[in-house]
């Protein structure tokens, strides 16, 4: 079974909870950024809304969306 880019619809007559959307957060270039595996770093590249280049002083790293383990300072 391939999965689709669609979300599933809910049905009002459902029993099973609504889904929650969580909005993919968005990022600059110059943003400054905590991972939770590389720590504190500048976002120096933006690849559209699919990933960013992160520099985290001793390395850079591409962090593809959605970002999971990275926010904003």
Same mark, same amino acid.
């Given at each position: ?8 619809? *809910? ?9 929650? &959307? ?12 905590? *991972? ?26 591409? &962090? ?10």
């Amino acid at each position: 079974m391939s999965q689709s880019s669609v979300p599933r619809r *809910h049905l009002p007559t459902s029993p099973f909870k609504a889904p929650v &959307i969580v909005p993919t957060p968005e990022f600059a270039e110059g943003d400054r950024v905590v *991972h939770d595996a590389f720590g504190l770093g500048r976002v120096t590249r933006v690849e559209g809304p699919h990933a960013v280049l992160v520099d985290f002083g001793s390395s850079q790293k591409r &962090i593809a969306s959605p970002f999971e383990g990275m926010s904003h300072l």
